[in-house]
């Protein structure tokens, strides 16, 4: 019997409704549960053929438990070694790297030491910074957040060089980024499952958590919301996320891709809607147990990004970006569901007062 488990902390509607749904299905040799984890051993398998990682970015713990789980033939969902690895700061630069737009965006280092480190510590970085080359780079108003961040956590928007020292002067140990302002037409939240499945969702990042897939309006184009699926494909596939959440503000008709290091979204019923909800429950499932299926015991069964098999295989990453481009037939054939919250409308319709999108 293959157990697929569902590794989750204080949501439930969620995991819930995927072990009830996979169960339902009743796959010959495959079951679902919430995982268990009475104790953990180096080298020794935890009994799942999958495992759907919910919480391990806030618990330590199970991000190692984790690893563990796939050096001994678990499929994680996602890919623990490369989130441990990932933040929005190198998302960023390889978006660019493949032709995805992103915003200006700069690093910045912690106002506070961090533990165990002094000034001597930083001895190759230039005190003070050339902040004004900075601040011309984003421009302000400007966002600032943790470069590895998420949950709108340390969020602000800042006025000018002003306000940027007075809110940095509180983020302590926090490395930050400083990201241009990006006024937008329409915004977009799209689910990207397996790499394959894209279900692309208007959002108002502006509105309270529980109404922001309540937007009420059509997008303004097929074209548009075909552009918004192939980037969300192109990114998934060179991060090598199995499950993960890219957000799009649109400007000049241009879709900005805004944060796209998602790996744990939200999918609460509460917040995301009951269409939104049962299309991420299903395809969960379906997923879940396709990967039960592929699961090799004593192999590696994880997902691994285009940009960690070009690095591997010694290939340059503008190549495979090319190759990318070059296999729509392949991208055609995969199996897409692409189902706006409202029908999509292919007659284009005047744009509306642009908003600012504010960062994550």
């Known amino acids: 019997m293959k157990k697929i488990g569902i590794l989750f902390g204080q949501e439930r509607s969620f995991p819930e409704a995927v072990i009830k749904r996979i169960n339902e299905k009743a796959e010959k040799g495959i079951t679902a549960e919430a995982v268990k984890i009475e104790k953990m051993f180096q080298n020794a398998p935890l009994g799942y053929s999958v495992i759907i990682d919910r919480i391990s970015q806030d618990v330590p713990f199970y991000r190692a438990s984790l690893k563990n789980a796939a050096i001994t033939g678990t499929a994680v969902i996602n890919n623990p070694f490369w989130w441990s690895a990932d933040e929005k700061f190198f998302n960023n630069a390889l978006a660019e790297q493949i032709g995805v737009p992103v915003p200006k965006t700069a690093l910045i280092p912690s106002r506070e030491h961090p533990t165990g480190t002094t000034g001597e510590s930083f001895s190759n970085l230039?005190?003070?910074?050339?902040?004004?080359?900075?601040?011309?780079?984003?421009?302000?108003?400007?966002?600032?957040?943790?470069?590895?961040?998420?949950?709108?956590?340390?969020?602000?928007?800042?006025?000018?060089?002003?306000?940027?020292?007075?809110?940095?002067?509180?983020?302590?140990?926090?490395?930050?980024?400083?990201?241009?302002?990006?006024?937008?037409?329409?915004?977009?939240?799209?689910?990207?499952?397996?790499?394959?499945?894209?279900?692309?969702?208007?959002?108002?990042?502006?509105?309270?958590?529980?109404?922001?897939?309540?937007?009420?309006?059509?997008?303004?184009?097929?074209?548009?919301?075909?552009?918004?699926?192939?980037?969300?494909?192109?990114?998934?596939?060179?991060?090598?996320?199995?499950?993960?959440?890219?957000?799009?503000?649109?400007?000049?008709?241009?879709?900005?891709?805004?944060?796209?290091?998602?790996?744990?979204?939200?999918?609460?019923?509460?917040?995301?809607?009951?269409?939104?909800?049962?299309?991420?429950?299903?395809?969960?499932?379906?997923?879940?147990?396709?990967?039960?299926?592929?699961?090799?015991?004593?192999?590696?069964?994880?997902?691994?990004?285009?940009?960690?098999?070009?690095g591997a295989a010694g290939l340059p990453l503008v190549a495979k970006a090319a190759a990318v481009k070059e296999a729509k037939p392949a991208v055609k054939a995969t199996p897409v569901v692409k189902e706006p919250t409202k029908p999509v409308a292919s007659k284009a319709k005047p744009a509306p007062a642009k908003k600012a999108a504010p960062k994550k």
């Open 126 to 310: 230039a005190m003070p910074l050339d902040w004004d080359a900075i601040f011309e780079y984003t421009g302000f108003p400007a966002y600032m957040k943790p470069f590895d961040g998420g949950g709108w956590r340390d969020v602000y928007k800042l006025h000018d060089k002003e306000d940027f020292f007075n809110k940095h002067n509180g983020t302590e140990q926090l490395v930050m980024l400083l990201q241009e302002e990006i006024i937008f037409e329409e915004y977009f939240r799209c689910y990207c499952i397996g790499g394959k499945h894209v279900r692309i969702m208007q959002y108002e990042p502006r509105n309270p958590h529980h109404l922001r897939y309540e937007v009420g309006k059509e997008p303004s184009s097929a074209a548009l919301l075909k552009t918004i699926e192939e980037y969300t494909l192109k990114l998934c596939a060179y991060l090598g996320y199995d499950f993960n959440t890219v957000e799009f503000a649109v400007r000049d008709g241009v879709p900005i891709a805004i944060d796209f290091c998602n790996p744990a979204p939200d999918a609460d019923i509460k917040s995301v809607g009951q269409e939104n909800f049962d299309w991420v429950v299903e395809t969960t499932a379906n997923y879940a147990i396709e990967r039960a299926k592929a699961q090799k015991d004593g192999q590696d069964n994880l997902t691994w990004g285009k940009f960690v098999k070009a």
